[in-house]
């Protein structure tokens, strides 16, 4: 159980429906996909800075995702991969989001970042992500990883991304998450959808992060405390209302 030291705490937010998000004053909020617009009250009341991760090519075909970034205006927008445009340019022209920080958060940097996570886990959960895709897929994966090494099977979350980049930037701080429960389901805006496919790898990401290699991390959600293994953080929350 833990409480919180806004001072040291740092807030991860999904999109998951009626999450408890943690009443704490975090001075950096960061976000998943369309839960930007989650972070709007964080920044409304305590004044945190938004740092918004959200798949290059998911941003550009999703106009709900489109509407949820106009609306909040993050502070910070990460890319992660690349959608073969330029995504920069469409941040910042198409939506008018012209005073955004943006930055590509490429496939091997996120890899880099899961690494930093998991540590000697990685590779363990780089092979059985490799086994459970079938054998088909195992000459596939050897070439990428003897080539570029974009490592796509391992395309946890966007939710887990943000943890990561959270665990290494602010190494000091508590980690909050809300709304990234490892079941599949609706977002909390009702568009959009978090498959079942994703909710699989997000598991056995969990599966191989011990819990001695994240003991800052903390959930508001009941699924990822009893799935994932986090300790539930029992301090004041509050719900977003649409």
């Known amino acids: 159980m833990h409480t919180g030291s806004p001072a040291r705490t740092v807030v991860v937010l999904g999109s998951k429906p009626q999450a408890p998000l943690p009443a704490v004053a975090a001075p950096v909020v ?6 930007v617009e989650l972070g709007v009250p964080y920044r409304e009341k305590y004044g945190s800075r938004i740092i918004a ?13 489109q509407q949820s970034f106009i609306k909040a205006k993050p502070d910070k927008i990460f890319l992660v991969g690349d959608d073969g445009t330029d995504p920069i340019t469409f941040v910042k022209e198409a939506l008018g989001l012209r005073e955004a920080d943006v930055s590509i958060l490429s496939l ?11 540590g000697g886990q990685f590779w363990p959960l780089t092979w059985q992500s490799i086994w459970v895709r079938g054998i088909g897929y195992v ?7 003897l080539g ?7 395309a946890q979350s966007t939710g887990l991304n943000a943890v990561f980049y959270a665990m290494k930037h602010f190494p000091d701080a508590n980690i909050i998450t809300a709304g990234i429960g490892l079941q599949p389901g609706e977002h ?10 994703t909710a699989k790898a997000d598991q056995l990401t969990m599966k191989y ?23 539930k953080w029992e301090g004041e929350v509050f719900y977003f209302k649409n």
């Open 53 to 65: 991760f959200v798949p290059a090519f998911e941003l550009r075909r999703q106009e709900h995702i």
């Open 148 to 154: 570029k090494r974009e490592m796509e099977w391992l």
């Open 108 to 118: 091997q940097e996120r890899n880099h970042l899961l690494q930093h996570a998991l």
């Open 209 to 231: 992060w011990p819990p001695e290699k994240r003991p800052q991390v903390y959930t508001t959600d009941d699924a990822m405390h009893e799935l994932g293994k986090v300790p």
């Open 188 to 197: 909390f805006s009702g568009i959009g959808t978090f498959t079942n496919k």
């Open 30 to 35: 960061l976000t998943a996909n369309n839960a």
């Open 139 to 145: 000459v596939h994966a050897l070439l990428d990883l």
